[in-house]
C-alpha cells in the first residue's frame, strides 16, 4: 500500500453530500507537521445533524483531520495548512478568523475524560491550594481525604460517567459541531454502549463527527464513514455501502480486517 498509488488519487464517493445539506465544507484540504506531510488535498462534507466516523489505520491522520475542524492543530508549533475549512460558508482559516472564537462554536470530546467532579475536587482542594500543594500530589490528596470523610465511593465517577461529564461539558455551550476523538477507546461494552446511545440522541440537534478505531462502532453509530489510509481520503459514502460494498480495495481490506 504505497503512498505515491495513493496520493494523486481522486477520493471514491458515494451518494456525495450536496453543498447544501454540508455544516462543513472541507476542500482540498493539506497538512504539514513541519516537514512531515499528514494530510493530502481532503475534501469532504460533513452533513447537518447527522453523524460522520472517520476510520482508518493508526497515524493515518484520523486525528488530525478532525483537529482541524476547529483548528486545535493551531497549538502545534510548526504546523502549516493549506485548503480551506468552510464552516457555515465562513473558511475557518481565513486570516481575520480568531482561532479561540472558532474552538468556541466547536465541542470537542478526547479519548482520555478527566477525572474529576469539579466542584467537590476544588472544596477540598481549596485548602491544599492555599499550602501550595498542586499537580498529582493535589489530585492524590483531595481523594485521601474524600475516602476519609468516606464520601469518596459516592461522589467518584466510573470511567463512563467521566466521560458522559465530559460530553455534557461540551454541549453545555451548545456548539453546533461536536468532535469526538475515540470517545470510548478506554470504557468497558456497557459504558461504551451508553455513550453510542447518548451520540445517536445528539445527532438530532448537533452535527457529530467521531473518531474510532472500533469498526462496528462506526456501523452502529454513523450515518456517513471516511476510510483514509497514509494521510489520503481514500473512500467516503453511507456507512452501510461502504462497509457491505466497499469500492477502493484499500477499504476492502481494511474493513476485511488484512491490514491495519
Ligand atoms: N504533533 C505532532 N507533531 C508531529 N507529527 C505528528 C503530530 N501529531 C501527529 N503527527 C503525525 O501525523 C500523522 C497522523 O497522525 P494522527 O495522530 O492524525 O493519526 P491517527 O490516525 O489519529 O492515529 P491513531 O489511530 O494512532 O490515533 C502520523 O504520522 C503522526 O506521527
Ligand atoms: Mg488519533
Given at each position: 500500500m504505497s503512498l505515491e498509488m495513493l496520493k494523486d488519487h481522486e477520493t471514491v464517493r458515494t451518494a456525495p453530500v450536496s453543498e447544501a445539506e454540508a455544516l462543513v465544507d472541507v476542500r482540498g484540504l493539506s497538512l504539514w507537521y513541519g516537514a512531515k506531510?499528514?494530510?493530502?488535498?481532503i475534501s469532504v462534507r460533513f452533513p447537518r445533524n447527522q453523524v460522520t466516523a472517520i476510520i482508518g489505520?493508526?497515524?493515518?491522520g484520523k486525528s488530525t483531520l478532525l483537529r482541524s475542524l476547529n483548528r486545535?492543530?493551531?497549538?502545534?508549533?510548526g504546523v502549516r495548512v493549506e485548503g480551506e475549512v468552510l464552516y457555515e460558508g465562513v473558511n475557518?482559516?481565513?486570516?481575520?478568523?480568531d482561532p479561540v472564537a472558532v474552538r468556541r462554536h466547536i465541542g470537542m470530546v478526547f479519548q482520555k475524560p478527566n477525572p474529576f467532579p469539579k466542584t467537590i475536587f476544588e472544596n477540598v482542594a481549596f485548602g491544599l491550594r492555599l499550602l501550595g500543594v498542586k499537580g498529582s500530589e493535589l489530585e492524590d490528596r483531595v481523594v485521601e481525604a474524600l475516602k476519609r470523610a468516606a464520601l469518596w465511593e459516592e461522589v467518584k465517577l466510573s470511567g463512563g460517567q467521566q466521560q458522559r461529564l465530559c460530553i455534557a461539558r461540551a454541549i453545555a455551550v451548545e456548539p453546533p459541531l461536536l468532535l469526538m476523538d475515540e470517545?470510548?477507546?478506554?470504557?468497558d461494552p456497557i459504558a461504551t454502549q451508553a455513550i453510542e446511545d447518548l451520540i445517536l440522541e445528539l445527532k438530532a440537534r448537533y452535527t457529530v463527527v467521531i473518531v474510532t478505531h472500533n469498526m462496528q462502532q462506526a456501523a452502529r453509530v454513523s450515518d456517513r464513514t471516511l476510510f483514509m489510509h497514509l494521510g489520503v481520503l481514500v473512500e467516503e459514502g453511507p456507512t452501510e455501502e461502504l462497509f457491505?460494498?466497499?469500492?477502493?480495495p484499500y477499504t476492502e481490506a481494511y474493513i476485511t480486517g488484512r491490514f491495519g
Open positions: 506531510q499528514a494530510l493530502y488535498g489505520p493508526s497515524g493515518c486545535m492543530n493551531d497549538l502545534v508549533p475557518i482559516y481565513d486570516p481575520r478568523v470517545p470510548t477507546s478506554a470504557l457491505t460494498k466497499p469500492k477502493h
